[in-house]
């Protein structure tokens, strides 16, 4: 299972990252793809990841218009279809590392971004950006200190690292989702949206239902730069009755 493509902490830090090659475009064409050689790392999926890295026009893109993850484009395509990210909007961005969303969020209008991750991330004007475990209870209210108010906006691209063992990683994505749902649930201005990221098959029927009850719309996407083969899905709850 590979499902948290754009987790730096899987397989390879980011930060090792070579200099991806140039060539390819967003139809996944490439003037030559780059193999990688097994040997050279301790893992097998290493090096895959790394090959897929290498080969990936998303990354290429990422890089060349200086966005810190592909991840960025999969918000650029969810706010271009849903339009959440207004002018002005205050926006939590659960699972934040490296900060590609959190760039996307303030270049499209939001006036204050308030983050979380595990990892740390290197500052973004416009953010507070904290480094620490978004399951542990006393989070939610250090993030809400640090956002001064409600949020209009709450996203969460959060993703753990899987661990292969099917029974194990489904319970740790429907945790995570369901702690991000009680997030905005609980701190959503009127209004407000809530983005985050799941795995078909990974959302429990009572989460959805919460939020069916909770927001004027509750719709699944899944943009053209979430990889193919991942099972990867947004919902996009709009319209927070408060
Ligand atoms: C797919 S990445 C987010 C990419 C980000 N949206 C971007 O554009 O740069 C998922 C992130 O979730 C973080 N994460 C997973 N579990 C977490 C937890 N319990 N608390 C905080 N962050 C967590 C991981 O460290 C990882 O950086």
């Not at 991942?230 to 709850?237: H, Q």
């Amino acid at each position: 299972m590979n499902d948290n493509s754009d987790d730096p902490t899987k397989d390879e830090p980011r930060r090792r990252m070579v200099k991806p090659p140039e060539g390819g475009n967003l139809s996944g064409r490439h003037k030559g793809h780059t193999a990688v050689k097994t040997a050279r790392f301790r893992t097998q999926s290493s090096a895959k990841w790394l090959e897929r890295q290498l080969n990936d026009p998303y990354v290429q893109k990422a890089k060349a218009e200086g966005w810190r993850s592909r991840a960025a484009f999969k918000l650029i395509e969810l706010d271009e279809r849903f339009h959440f990210l207004k002018k002005g909007v205050r926006v939590v961005d659960l699972g934040c590392a490296p900060g590609g969303w959190v760039q996307v969020a303030i270049k499209r209008g939001a006036s204050h971004v308030v983050g979380v991750d595990l990892l740390p991330v290197d500052p973004v004007p416009g953010a507070d950006l904290l480094e620490a475990d978004f399951t542990d209870p006393a989070i939610g209210l250090k993030l809400m200190e640090l956002m001064g108010g409600k949020p209009d906006v709450v996203l969460s691209d959060l993703a753990h690292n899987t661990v292969g063992h099917k029974q194990t990683d489904h319970l740790k994505i429907m945790g995570l989702l369901e702690l991000a749902g009680d997030f905005a649930l609980d701190n959503l201005k009127p209004g407000g949206a809530f983005v985050a990221k799941a795995f078909q098959g990974g959302e429990t029927e009572q989460l959805l239902l919460r939020l069916k009850l909770a927001f004027e719309t509750v719709k699944h996407f899944k943009p053209k730069s979430s990889r193919a083969g991942s099972t990867e899905i947004y919902i996009v709850a709009l319209g927070y009755k408060g």
